[in-house]
């Protein structure tokens, strides 16, 4: 164990920012952080937008279900999946592109995540806390409006950067054997191992500092499931031309 | 600047690795430290093969189109999305589980996404060398069924860990105003971008120790998009229950 493993540990969501700035400085050290990610195949299928207008944050706390944080931490990215660039790039050495493959959107989403989680660790590494957004994803076509998102880019992503005006608790996670299998995906324990977090994340809720809840685990994923999640995606995605084809 | 970012800056790819094994209690905190990423609504829609066995090791290096270190690493683990562990939780609290939705698919690519990149800074913290294996997309059918996944899981990519037998120098990547942009997307300057990056790529490639080439990244990513990338994808995923509605 190390320090960098310590921080890695230590990550929760945070929802309260003081008000002090992160400098530009910093800004460009962190994005550059995340660019070091590994990206498939050096594509880099990745842009980052960095909202600052106002207005477009609150247009933003909206569109993406009433998350007031995205108007207050002090940075708001949003990370897109971005064919486009590496389009151009091909075009321009003789290529006849191939647009809308299933394949292309795994690749960008995948880039997108992993430049992602390299510019949280090294905004936590420098005492800021984040909140990754995925709520924007509630009204995509209107978030890409207004960030003038053109074919080929679609958001995935928002994250919340910031310094921590609260202190929450780390949440639990899944006990390690039910999420690393050896050789074959045993899932024979899986029903005794949901049951065991059930009964974890049961406590957890009852005891935390805010919001304490009855609930547990399964019960918190039931309403997700029990409906068809962000119908609009598909088509949504087709009309930004990641058509899964 | 601190360490942390410098670890993270400091990434490359490691393809050569020592005959020096990963013993079980770091292996064990590297997945821990993986775990504690952020994951979208808690749902944690992941999980590692970690793969053992010699003979599917050298099965793995086959279909993942010939990369010998798949075999030769310490450890090689296999980073799947994972709904169906969800969905078997929320049926236990009473939902009928609506299946096959693209906003599922979108969320297990992530959450596998940030797992790994997070278990990847853990083990780069602890000196070792790590490698993404995108090329198990190859062949994801023989791939799930070597590993036994069952509906709703599927290999998004491999990751080999070990302890470095060689350095290769970092990697350029794309000039920071290409990738980040403020308040909306301004592709004006994308020609000049692309240009100023296959410069410094044509560099990098004459420059480096190994395998130096006359090339540049237009002309690298020319023959990837050339072609349908990956086509068996969509078929393959509506296969596993990933039906993209």
Redesign the interface.
Known sequence: ?????D?????R?IRKFTDQPISDELL??????G????T?????A????????RA?REQLVTLSGGQPYVASCAEFLVF?A?M???????E???????TG????L??A??DA??I???L???AE??GLG?C?I?GL?NNPAEVSE?????AH?YP??GVCLGYPAQNPE??P??P?A??????????SQ??AQ?AEF?AAMEAYYQQRTGNKKIT????????????????H??DF?FSKGFE??
Chains 1, 2 share one sequence.
Not at 35 to 38: F, L
Not at 216 to 231: A, D, G, H, I, V
């Open positions: 164990m190390n320090a960098v493993i921080l890695l540990k230590s990550h969501s460009q050290t962190l994005v550059e952080a660019q070091a990610a590994a498939s195949n050096h594509v880099q990745y842009a980052i937008v960095r909202v600052v207008d477009n897109c971005d486009k660039r590496a389009f151009r790039a091909a321009r050495a003789g290529a006849e592109v191939v493959m299933t394949e292309q795994l690749v989403t995948t995540a992993l992602a989680q390299n949280v660790v090294a590494s420098e984040i990754y995925g994803r207004l960030l003038k998102l053109p880019v995935v992503f780390v949440k996670r899944l390690l039910s999420i690393l299998k050896q050789d074959y995906y045993d899932d899986d029903e949901i059930d547990n685990w399964s019960e918190q994923l039931r309403p997700m499931f029990s409906q068809k999640l962000r119908p995606m598909k995605l899964m084809k």
